[in-house]
């Protein structure tokens, strides 16, 4: 198993990791935790001999296979009702007192399921997946930034889930007064982030749908694309680049300094890796993906799948329950 603790460092020491990488045009593999005090910044080589697998866009080490013609089994054993609504309380108070316009309340759900972590990692359809070998798998749809070769910059910010199967799906997201409020805000943090190191930010696509397979559903999930312009020698400050981004916006908050306290004093459990982010530096670009859709071994051994959702003082108790507990399954399709 991975000692992932002694190959990590903090947050200065992993953004100067990757200025020297990428300012040598050497290409780098990176894992940040969840409020971006845990850095992992390794040559692409050297991820590889560690284990580590990835595939972003279909680019990395990690092939996708097809999930082989025999049964298996995946039930969850979400928080209980009573649990999630003391969270959400203290949030929803905050938010009264106008701490915090949005914040992402997350849980751990434990799974009995016959399926490792590698056939997880590996079968799942999805844009983003990371193996850590006995550790933890992630198969996210969410980018979090690229950086193309003349240095626009752009992140994909994701808010708003439905079952694409109820009537009129789209249109009932679409027009959702909650779930739109919660979009903007996320959209202007973004913004807000990326303006401290980019120029001419803009919003090119705002409020795009995409979907995702889970185990016979399908969920409608809502995007927008937030991108600017960084400076010619952008290589020379990538790491002081992600650094003034993360934690990452749609799975902290806004404001993202009180509202992470706020967090992490509702959640009440160690979010460790899960909403953090995993990417590569090619030599030339850069892609990355927020940790999302995130399975783990406890120290028991057991499965624990993590999962949530924003919240607005708009936003309803029993619905944002249903959208945690939706957000837990089997992603082959």
């Known amino acids: 198993m991975l000692a992932l603790e ?28 969840a409020w971006a005090s845990r850095w992992i910044v390794l040559d692409v080589k050297e991820a590889e001999s560690c284990g580590f697998r990835w595939s972003l866009a279909g680019k990395g080490n990690l092939e996708f296979g097809t999930l082989p013609p025999r049964s298996f089994k995946f039930d969850a054993y979400p928080v209980g009702l009573e649990t999630y609504a003391s ?13 915090t316009w949005l914040a992402n309340l997350t849980f751990p759900t434990g799974i009995d399921t016959n399926l490792e972590l590698e056939e997880f990692a590996r079968f799942a359809r999805s844009p983003f997946r990371l193996l850590v070998p006995g550790q933890f798998c992630v198969f996210s749809p969410e980018r979090f930034v690229n950086v193309d070769v003349g240095g626009r910059i752009a992140s994909y910010p994701m808010k708003g889930t439905i079952d694409a199967d109820l009537p009129d799906a789209a ?11 919660e979009h903007i805000t996320i959209v202007d943090l973004i913004r807000n982030d990326l303006g401290q190191t980019a120029r001419r930010v803009s919003v090119p696509r705002f409020r795009f749908l995409t979907e995702v397979s889970a185990r016979g559903r399908r969920l409608l999930q809502v995007s927008s ?36 306290e706020v967090i992490q004093a509702a959640e009440g459990y160690q979010r460790g890796w899960y909403t953090g982010v995993f990417g590569v530096f090619d030599g030339e670009r ?32 029993e619905s944002e329950y249903l959208e945690l507990k939706a957000k837990v399954y089997a992603p082959f399709g």
Do not use: C
């Open 6 to 33: 002694h190959l990590a460092t903090d947050r200065p020491r992993g953004a100067a990791a990757m200025n020297r990488f990428a300012s040598s045009a050497t290409p780098f593999f990176f894992i940040v935790d």
């Open 225 to 260: 694309e937030v991108s600017g312009e960084l400076d010619a020698d952008w290589r020379h400050g990538i790491g002081d680049v992600m650094s003034s981004m993360l934690p990452a916006g749609s799975v902290t908050g806004a404001p993202k300094k009180r509202t992470v």
């Open 171 to 181: 249109e009932r997201i679409m027009a959702d007064e909650k779930e739109s409020a």
């Open 286 to 317: 850069l892609d990355s993906s927020v940790m999302i859709r995130f399975i783990e071994r406890d120290e028991s051994g057991a499965m624990v799948y993590k999962s949530g959702g924003g919240m607005t003082i708009y936003s309803d108790l």
């Open 87 to 99: 969270a959400f309380g203290l949030i929803r108070q905050a938010q009264i007192n106008g701490e």
